[in-house]
């Protein structure tokens, strides 16, 4: 082959694997990323804002379509942004968690376009993100609720997805209006979130109270949790809205 064809041949390979590494944790979760950096604030979501913004529904589209080839992190990172999404997508729509019957419409019966399938959040998370057996995802999805994990103002990324997961896992269990730690009588007031995927903890950490010792800050406290001397409790959901309202 002549020098200046094998020269453009080249080219072409290195253009075809560069734009197959577009993958949504290299660039289309910047959307994502500008929404929640733009209208929400420690956790509080600006609904009006968000409707108003029409680059939510481009990233929408975008959800619908994933690339074809993305490894274990880009995954999770895909399903863990989408999820979040389509959470503000459901109170766009009118839908709200704060009934029993609210929540059985906004995780059950209301079904979303993402990753080239028609899906309720329900299956999403039970179907789809914790068979990736990474109980930190528990505190990164959010469900537009008060007692929920905070949705945080950035977008979730497969480079930085362990530091991310680690992060928002720790604050959870260290949030004192989420998990609070009875010292004098060794009583542990867990979130509910705790109870309803005691599964997952336990398989990862032989307990509950385990997986929590390996977040908390007090050193101290670590080791009492960690040796099980703590009743769990397990605190009353919220499930008031996370944000300012329609």
């Known amino acids: ?9 080249i080219a072409c390979l ?6 197959g590494s577009n993958t949504y944790a290299d660039s289309d979760h910047k959307l994502f990323d500008n929404i929640v950096k733009n209208h929400v604030i420690d956790g509080v979501v600006d609904y009006p804002a968000i409707a108003e913004d029409s680059t939510f529904n481009q990233y929408l589209e975008q959800l ?3 690339p074809a080839t993305q490894s274990r992190d880009e995954q ?6 989408g999820y979040n999404a389509l959470a503000i997508h459901g109170i766009l729509d009118g839908l709200s968690p704060s009934t029993f019957f609210g929540r059985i419409g906004y995780f059950k019966n209301a079904k979303y376009a993402i990753g080239g399938r028609s899906i309720t959040l329900n299956d999403l998370e039970r179907k789809i993100i914790i068979p990736y057996n990474e109980p930190r995802i528990h505190f990164a999805i959010n469900c ?3 007692s929920c994990p905070k949705l945080v103002s950035y977008a979730y990324s497969a480079q930085q997805l362990d530091q991310q997961l680690d992060t928002v896992t720790r604050n959870f269990i260290n949030d004192s209006t989420r998990n609070r730690f009875d010292r004098q009588n060794k009583v542990a007031h867990l979130s509910k979130i705790f109870d309803w ?7 990862h950490s032989g307990s509950v109270q385990k997986y929590v010792a390996q977040f908390v800050n007090d050193p101290k406290l670590a080791k009492e949790l960690n040796s099980e001397q703590y009743r769990i409790k397990f605190l009353k959901y919220d499930w008031s809205l996370n944000g300012k309202p329609l």
């Not at 082959?1 to 041949?9: A, D, E, G, H, W």
């Not at 290195?14 to 734009?19: M, V």
């Not at 995927?197 to 398989?203: L, V």
């Open 76 to 81: 999770l990172a895909f399903w863990i942004n």
């Open 14 to 19: 290195l253009a075809a694997s560069l734009i």
């Open 64 to 66: 619908a379509n994933p």
């Open 197 to 203: 995927f005691k599964k997952d903890f336990e398989q």
């Open 144 to 146: 537009a609720s008060a």
């Open 1 to 9: 082959m002549p020098l200046s064809k094998r020269v453009i041949f």
